[in-house]
Every structure is written in C-alpha cells, then in structure tokens.
C-alpha cells in the first residue's frame, strides 16, 4: 500500500460453566441403631450466564483485535451474533475510494459494519441495519449504531429524534445527522471524514477531532 500524504482537512458539509454445588452431606450418628440424618438436598445449581457466541470472520481485520470483535458483537442485532463476517472492502486492498466501497458492497443485501482507524490511531465505525450503498436519501432503521474505542468501546444507538440513519451519494457517505450536523461523514476518497454529535444518536465526537484522516477502513458483510 502506498503511504498516504499529509492530512488536509476541509470543513465538514453543512447540512459478557456453572459454578458447582457441591453436595450437602448427611451427618452420620455415632450410635448405629439410630437412625441416619437424612441428607438435605442440593441445591440447584444456577443456570449458566448467557454468552454471545463468537462472530466467524472470512479474513483478519486490520483495525479490530479479537477482544474487540468480541465486544462489538454483543451489540449486534441478536439474529446476527455468531453470524459470519465477510470482508467486503478494505482500503489495503481495495484502495481509498468511495465509489469502490459501493461497488464491492452490491451483492451483499444483508447489514453492514464500517471501522476505521484515523491518524491518532483511534478506531471507530458504525453499524448499518443494510449494506452501504448509493441512495437519494437516508435509509436504514433503528437498528443502525455508531461506536468508537475511546480506549474502551462506546455504542451509540438510535435515540428515535429522527431517522437520518444512512445516506450514500458519490461525494460523501453520512451516517446520522440533525441540524446541520453528521456524526460521522466520510468524503469521496475515503481519506477525510469527520464527527459531531448528532441528533439521530446524541453521540460524542467519535475521534478525538471532529475532523480527521483516514489510515485503514474496512467494511464487513455481515452474513
């Protein structure tokens, strides 16, 4: 991969086994023509705690650790935990283009993940109820969320104030939005972005500036 040039940012668009128990034993008595205590009987051991099974990646992320993943993956709709990742686009492999991102996701119907990792090395990303692609306007529903490692991980979910989920066209991709304001925004070379808190997910700025550069960006299928 080539190195990118200097960052030059532009102003963002207006707009978590059963513990054993063991067995209660019966007290024997000394005098043998007595009787023996009855034992009491164990008590029920508790019920294991529930555990999100652990999401099958087709390829290593770039971006993400594996304890990572696993966090994520608790917020993800319950239907899609333990569910396969495809990687349908990264900017290692597939360069830093916006227009390619849509091209790489068509086929892919089904809910998408974007990460990221900006020059600070922060990560963060969000999840799309539907792939990613060019629309006229926003699409999605309630179930789309933005995240950010910030070291540890922040989900921000759908406040239901609006519903400016997702909108792609071929100079910007926007997800979540309210007075002008996007909570994050990528252009069309997938190199400048930014974050505001919106009013779709009263999020905090993602990165640690409200603008900033892209290094690595990944955009998984999720099967």
């Known amino acids: 991969m080539e190195e990118v040039a200097a960052c030059d940012l532009p102003g963002l668009p207006m707009s978590p086994q059963p513990s054993k128990v063991e067995d209660a034993l019966s007290g024997e008595e000394d005098d043998e023509e007595e009787e023996k205590a009855a034992a009491p009987a164990p008590a029920p051991a508790p019920a294991p705690a529930p ?12 971006v993400l650790r594996a304890s990572e993943i696993r966090q994520l993956s608790l917020h993800l709709p319950p239907r899609l935990r333990g569910r396969p990742w495809s990687l349908a686009f990264c900017t290692s492999r597939d360069g830093f283009s916006l227009r390619r991102l849509y091209r790489q996701m068509e086929g892919h119907g089904g809910p998408a993940l974007l990460v990221l ?15 990613i692609r060019l629309s006229k306007g926003f699409y999605g529903t309630g179930e789309t969320f933005l995240f950010s490692f910030s070291p540890q991980l922040k989900v921000f979910k ?7 989920f997702v909108k792609g066209d071929l100079d910007s991709l926007m997800l979540g939005s309210g007075s002008g304001h996007f909570g994050l925004w990528l252009d069309g070379d997938l190199y400048h972005g930014g974050s505001q808190p ?26």
């Open 51 to 62: 555990t999100a099974e652990e999401p099958q990646l087709m390829e290593a992320s770039q």
């Open 117 to 131: 990792r900006d020059q600070d090395g922060q990560m963060f990303g969000a999840f799309s109820s539907s792939a």
């Open 158 to 164: 759908w406040t239901g104030s609006n519903s400016f």
């Open 198 to 223: 919106c009013a779709t997910f009263n999020n905090e700025v993602l990165a640690r500036h409200e603008q900033f550069c892209v290094t690595e960006l990944e955009a998984w299928a999720l099967s």
